[in-house]
C-alpha cells in the first residue's frame, strides 16, 4: 500500500521570505500603476482604521476609537431579540430589502430624530450602511473633481479620506469654543462667489464635535442656517452624539432650524445602540434623496435586512431611551475620570476641551511635540490616540493635538491610559529642554472661556460646551513632570 502523500500547501497558504514578499509587492505595484483610477493618488486612510489592528490586542489601552462600550448592551436582551427574529422572521430578515430601507425602520429613525425636537417625512429617510456611508454617498451625489467642500477645522477624522477620494476641493475654517467661526464662513462664502464658484456642502458636527468636543453656539447655529438659505447652500449636519448629554442645556440641531430646506442631516445608531449593527441614515430634500439611492444600490444594492430587523425589535420595546439615560451616566463618569486623569499626568503647558457630552476631548500640546511621533512612543507603552493631523485635510495643521475618546473603557483604565500618554509626553518635554537648555515653563495659557464676553449677543445659555481648561500647576511637582 503505497504511503500517504502529504497534502499540498494551498496557494494561499504558502509562506514567502520577507525578502520575496517586498520584492513581490514592489513588482505589483509597478505592474497595476497604469490601471490605477485618478482619484486612488489622492486617497488617504484613516487614522482611526490604520490603528485598530495594534489597538484589538488586549494589552493596549486604545483612546483613539469613537466606539460605544457594547458591553453595557445586556447579552439577555441580544438573545432574545435574535431568537424573536430566528423564530418569526428569519426568511425576511435573511432576504433582500429595499434600496432606501424598511418602512418601519424609517419609522423609528424619526422616533429617534424627534427625541431632539426634530419632526422629518419617513419618506425624506434612507437607511445607510453606518454614518460614515451616508457621508459617502453625499459626497458622491454632490461632488465633482475639484469642487468646493466646506467644513470646520479641526473636523471628523473619517470624513477627509471621503473628501479627498472623491477630490474635493476642502476649505477648512477654524473652530473655537462656540464651534465654527461663522463670520470667517461667510468671508470664505464671498470669496468663493467673487471667483464665480458656490460649494457644493458645508459639512459640520455641530454638537459634541468630533474631535474637538465642543458644540456650536445658538447664534452661530441660527446664522450658519440664515447664510445657508441666503447663499443656497446645502449644509451637512452630521449627529452622532446628540443625545448623548451629560450636563448644559442643548441647542436646537440646525435641520429643525432650517426645516430641511438646506440641511441634509446624518445620524447613525452606532453610538446609542451598536456600532457592529452598521445602521445610519440620511434626511434629504427629495431631489437629492433620489440621487443618494440611486448611489447607494451601485455601492451595495440595501443596507442589512438582518440588522434591521434586530433595530426593530430593539426599538419595539421601548425601552431605548432607558438605554441611552443609562450610556449617559456612564460615559459622565468616564469623561470626568479623563479629565481628573489629564489635570493630574500632562503638562502644565497643555490645554484640553472640557464637553457637555459626546464620546472625545481634544488636548494640545506645546507646539515643539509633533503627536504623530509621539503615537509610535506611546504605542511602546501600549496605549493609543489620534494625532491632531488626521483631522486637517492638509495633514500639516494641529500635530501638537491629539483626539482622546473616554467612552471605550471604564475609569481605571482611562487613568491608566492617560498615564501612559503622560509619560511619554514627559520624556518628550524633558529631552527638548536638555537639547535646546529651556527650561523655564511659559506662562500657563489663560483659561478661553466657551462664548466671548465681548460678543454682543452670545447669551450664557449659549455657552459651547467644550471650554478649553489649562492645566493648573501643583504644588511640590517639577515642570513637566
Not at 61 to 89: C, H, K, N, V, Y
Not at 398 to 412: A, I, K, Q, V, W
Request: hydrophobic share 35%.
Amino acid at each position: 500500500m503505497p504511503e500517504p502523500q502529504d497534502s499540498p500547501t494551498p496557494p494561499v497558504e504558502r509562506s514567502l521570505p520577507a525578502h520575496r514578499r517586498a520584492h513581490q509587492t514592489a513588482r505589483d505595484l509597478e505592474r497595476y500603476a497604469d490601471l490605477f483610477a485618478e482619484r486612488t493618488r489622492v486617497m488617504r486612510s484613516s487614522a482611526m482604521r490604520d490603528l485598530m489592528a495594534i489597538t484589538a490586542r488586549p494589552e493596549v489601552i486604545s483612546l483613539a476609537g469613537g466606539q460605544a462600550d457594547t458591553s453595557t448592551f445586556p447579552p439577555q436582551t441580544f438573545a432574545a431579540q435574535m431568537t424573536r427574529i430566528a423564530q418569526e422572521s428569519s426568511a425576511e430578515a435573511l432576504q433582500y430589502g429595499p434600496t432606501e430601507g424598511f418602512a418601519a425602520m424609517k419609522v423609528a429613525i424619526c422616533g429617534v430624530m424627534a427625541a431632539e425636537g426634530m419632526a422629518p417625512d419617513p419618506e425624506d429617510v434612507i437607511v445607510t450602511t453606518g454614518g460614515q456611508q451616508a457621508i459617502d454617498l453625499i459626497t458622491k451625489t454632490l461632488v465633482d473633481p475639484g469642487d468646493p467642500v466646506i467644513c470646520e477645522a479641526p473636523t471628523y477624522p473619517g470624513a477627509v479620506p471621503v473628501f479627498s477620494s472623491y477630490q474635493a476641493e476642502v476649505h477648512q475654517i477654524e473652530a473655537d469654543g462656540q464651534g465654527i467661526k461663522v463670520d470667517e464662513l461667510e468671508a470664505l462664502l464671498d470669496r468663493l462667489e467673487g471667483d464665480g464658484r458656490r460649494p457644493k456642502f458645508i459639512y459640520s458636527v455641530p454638537t459634541f464635535q468630533n474631535p474637538a468636543g465642543v458644540t456650536l453656539s445658538g447664534q452661530r447655529r441660527r446664522r450658519l442656517v440664515e447664510l445657508a438659505r441666503e447663499r443656497e447652500v446645502l449644509v451637512v449636519e452630521d449627529n452622532p452624539y446628540g443625545l448623548l448629554r451629560y450636563e448644559g442645556e442643548p441647542q436646537p440641531p440646525l435641520y429643525l432650524l432650517d426645516g430641511g430646506d438646506y440641511v441634509i442631516y446624518v445620524g447613525t445608531l452606532s453610538k446609542i445602540l451598536s456600532p457592529g449593527i452598521r445602521l445610519g441614515w440620511a434626511v434629504a430634500p427629495p431631489p437629492v434623496m433620489e440621487k443618494m439611492a440611486l448611489g447607494k444600490q451601485a455601492t451595495d444594492l440595501c443596507t442589512s435586512t438582518l440588522a434591521q430587523y434586530f433595530a426593530l425589535e430593539y426599538f419595539s420595546e421601548d425601552r431605548w431611551r432607558s438605554y441611552v439615560d443609562s450610556l449617559c451616566d456612564i460615559y459622565r463618569s468616564r469623561r470626568d475620570a479623563m479629565l481628573e486623569a489629564l489635570e493630574r499626568h500632562f503638562p502644565e503647558q497643555a490645554t484640553w476641551t472640557r464637553p457637555e457630552g459626546g464620546m472625545f476631548i481634544w488636548a494640545t500640546l506645546p507646539s515643539y511635540i509633533d503627536t504623530s511621533d509621539l503615537l509610535a512612543k506611546a504605542l511602546g507603552e501600549n496605549v493609543a490616540f489620534v494625532p491632531g493631523a488626521a483631522a486637517y485635510v492638509d495633514g500639516q495643521t494641529g500635530t501638537s493635538s491629539m483626539r482622546l475618546n473616554f467612552s471605550g473603557f471604564d475609569e481605571d483604565r482611562i487613568r491608566e491610559g492617560i498615564r501612559r500618554i503622560g509619560k511619554v509626553v514627559s520624556e518628550q518635554i524633558d529631552l527638548y529642554q536638555t537639547i535646546t537648555g529651556e527650561h523655564k515653563l511659559p506662562e500657563p495659557k489663560a483659561r478661553q472661556p466657551a462664548s466671548d464676553p465681548a460678543a454682543p449677543g452670545v447669551a450664557d445659555e449659549e455657552a459651547a460646551g467644550g471650554d478649553v481648561v489649562p492645566l493648573r500647576r501643583r504644588e511640590g511637582t517639577q515642570p513637566g513632570k
